[in-house]
């Protein structure tokens, strides 16, 4: 997917399709975001984050939340960084012009990235931007309708989870411990649910709930973005 990015940037548009095309068709997709947060967390033990500047901008207007990162958060955004990548290779070629392609071929290996991403990338990036992007693909398909509703089932996971997380900023709490454990052992994904069960959070929406997100919402209701985006 990276390749087929990088062609694409550089105006190869053949080559950009010849490696969209092998990345459709591969047996099985990694992107290695656990085992490499495994090895940079354990790096992380023995450094001390540096304390939080009171006199920084965002510090000023948030002193509630103004408090040095754990090794955790600083683990977790490294590696964002570097994975979310593969995610957005092939936009330019599966969203042109944020519409899925004419090109049918074009859109069928889209769809065939984008689900081997969802079914084998359990991270919080990989269902944010995977799932969005299928249910964008597949918005005049028979199978748009599932794609539309696993995606709004993602949604309240992560809006709940984000809940849990904003409201014990101290990280302290015993299942914030088991979040990063379960994290390692399955993946984010799992992790999140388990820690809404473990929280007596509800793991499933309401059958008739819509996030407030104009985005989310248009997404879920028709497979398209708002006009604005």
């Not at 001390?48 to 090794?71: I, L, V």
Request: net charge negative; aromatic share 10%.
């Amino acid at each position: 997917m990276i390749l087929s990015g990088a062609a694409h940037d550089s105006g190869d548009a053949a080559t950009a399709r010849t490696e969209l095309a092998r990345a459709a068709h591969a047996i099985d997709y990694h992107e290695h975001a656990v085992a490499t947060y495994a090895l940079l967390r354990t790096a992380l033990d023995s450094w001390n984050p540096p304390a939080a500047d009171p006199s920084q901008p965002w510090c000023k207007q948030n002193p509630d939340r103004c408090m040095s990162a754990t090794r955790d958060e600083v683990a977790s955004i490294s590696i964002a960084s570097v994975v979310a990548m593969q995610y957005f290779s092939p936009q330019a070629q599966c969203l042109p012009k944020a519409l899925p392609p004419a090109d049918a071929s074009l859109r069928a290996d889209c769809i065939a990235i984008y689900r081997q991403i969802v079914e084998r990338d359990r991270s919080y990036f990989a269902q944010t931007y995977a799932l969005a992007t299928l249910v964008r693909l597949t918005s005049e398909d028979a199978d748009g309708a599932s794609w539309r509703e696993r995606y709004r089932r993602f949604v309240w996971t992560r809006s709940r989870w984000q809940a849990l997380v904003a409201a014990d900023e101290s990280k302290a709490e015993p299942s914030f411990a088991e979040f990063f454990r379960t994290m390692l052992e399955a993946d984010e994904l799992p992790a999140m649910q388990a820690m809404l069960f473990v929280r007596g959070v509800a793991t499933d929406p309401p059958a008739d709930w819509m996030p407030d997100k104009d985005y989310e919402r248009s997404l879920i209701q028709t497979g398209h973005v708002p006009t604005r985006h």
